[in-house]
């Protein structure tokens, strides 16, 4: 959990530092680093606050049909991730407005960063 200003370079090539923490499991074959607003577990510390965090999805993994009760935004720093709308490479931003779902598979593996505006409800 970041306490101070963070900067963070060289995310799309780079490794993330080892200071950040460590991944832990989320979904069968996806991984949270929590940045801020999610415990250790991987859970949120308060639903209704926002977080953000990094997810890696191993080849082939999936999140389930989701609802976003506030905004997300999603960057994908490697591989692409796909929902129903269509395929998002690296380098991609794709902002989710409040009140829409949608479930999210990785054919080939990738490293997101998730910014929350308040936690999904899994559906």
């Not at 929902?83 to 989710?96: E, F, I």
């Amino acid at each position: 959990m970041i306490e101070q200003r963070l900067v963070l370079r060289d995310l799309l090539d780079g490794p993330l530092p080892a200071e950040l923490g460590t991944f832990v499991p989320l979904w069968p074959g996806v991984e949270i680093l929590p940045l801020y607003g999610i415990g250790d577990n991987g859970k949120p510390v308060d639903p209704t606050r926002p977080s953000a965090a990094f997810l890696r999805y191993a080849p082939g993994a999936s999140v389930p049909e989701h609802r976003h009760p506030g905004y997300e935004h999603i960057f994908v720093l490697r591989g692409s991730q796909s929902d129903r709308h269509g395929k998002y490479p690296a380098g991609t931003c794709v902002m989710s407005p409040p009140g829409t779902t949608h479930a999210v598979s990785s054919e080939e593996g990738c490293l997101v960063l998730a910014v929350w505006n308040q936690s999904v409800e899994v559906l």
